[in-house]
């Protein structure tokens, strides 16, 4: 449900990727009035029946009030916002405020940041935790950082994501959070992947053994939700190697600048590295079961069973 301070500022929204499309259908589908542009027009086509207003450039966004990013990479980033068609390039206006949700490096980030204070609009930091069925469950998580006054503003839409927004301070400090974020993400999957292979080549029904894990203190919303993919071996993308690998090396980058070991974070970087070379690109990152069950000798089998993946009940 929606309340007037939902809906009385005129939203933009750049990019409908996955993960775009599902959070813009959710702003819309809560009653905002959203303007989108996506540079392959026809994918932002079908937000039309939800209401949105589908433009031609980032450009057509500067009046709006709000403006929301949500690309694949810091170029993109740094392209859609400052470029020559960018949401800050329109003589007249800009936005009050710009809100990032990609996974970005906090240098592309603090780049767009000051150019953006230079045209007199601020901006926050705020990626996201989850994949396209989190944010239709409504579990989608959100990290922000950024002028508070501005957060402020910008809460109660952040909150429509999703189940929550934590605030983290100023600056690119959200940055930081996701980059660990997904960090634990790719070395809780390989170790997942590790200890399944080893349990399955014991003799444990994979299904039996995720079980198990699912219903201990060491089970979370992450190990329930991917359990199904483990179990029938579906590989779906959701986030990909190539994607996993990307957020891998910045967090290898910012511990080399900040002198942080991180040893498991640069081994596991190498195996998701072997991954791909092993041809697993366009598929999910949860293939790293495969990998690991090769290495082992065992040869996998989709176990063809229905799986709660923990997010149904919240659909």
């Known amino acids: 449900m929606t309340t007037a301070s939902h809906t009385n500022r005129r939203l933009g929204w750049v990019g409908t990727g996955r993960m775009g499309y599902a959070m813009a259908a959710r702003l819309l589908k809560s009653g905002c009035n959203v303007a989108v542009y996506n540079r392959t027009k026809s994918k932002a086509e079908p937000l039309k029946e939800f209401g949105a207003t589908i433009v031609d450039s980032p450009a057509d ?8 990013t949500m690309v694949s990479g810091p170029d993109d980033l740094i392209e859609v916002a400052t470029g020559s068609n960018g ?7 800009v936005p009050g405020l710009i809100i990032d949700c990609s996974s970005v490096s906090t240098e592309a980030s603090a780049a767009v940041r000051a150019q953006a204070a230079k045209r007199g609009t601020a901006m926050l930091a705020a990626p996201v935790s989850g994949n396209t069925k989190v944010v239709k469950a409504g579990l989608l998580s959100v990290v922000a950082s950024g002028p508070e006054t501005q957060f402020k503003i910008a809460e109660p839409y952040l909150a429509l994501l999703g ?3 934590s605030y983290v301070g100023d600056g ?30 014991g003799g444990v029904p994979r299904h039996a053994f995720l079980d198990f894990i699912n219903k201990s203190v060491m089970g979370s919303l992450f190990t329930k939700y991917k359990s199904p993919a483990f179990v029938n071996l579906d590989w779906t993308p959701t986030f990909t190697p190539y994607l996993l690998r990307k957020d891998l090396d910045l967090g290898l980058e910012a511990g080399r600048a900040l002198g942080v070991p991180q040893p498991l974070t640069a081994l596991t ?12 690109k366009e598929c999910d990152f949860g293939a790293l079961l495969e990998l690991e069950a090769k290495a082992a000798g065992l040869a996998l089998k989709s176990e063809n069973m229905k799986i709660d993946d923990g997010l149904s009940g919240n659909r």
Do not use: W
């Open 61 to 68: 966004l500067a009046d709006r009030d709000i403006v929301f």
């Open 87 to 93: 949401i800050l390039s329109h003589p007249k206006h």
């Open 163 to 165: 189940r929550g927004v």
């Open 172 to 201: 690119e400090l959200a940055r930081i959070v996701k980059i660990c974020h997904n960090i634990l993400l790719g070395v809780v999957t390989q170790s997942l992947a590790e200890i399944t292979v080893l349990a399955e080549k």
């Open 269 to 280: 970087r190498e195996i998701v590295q072997t991954m791909i070379g092993n041809g697993y």
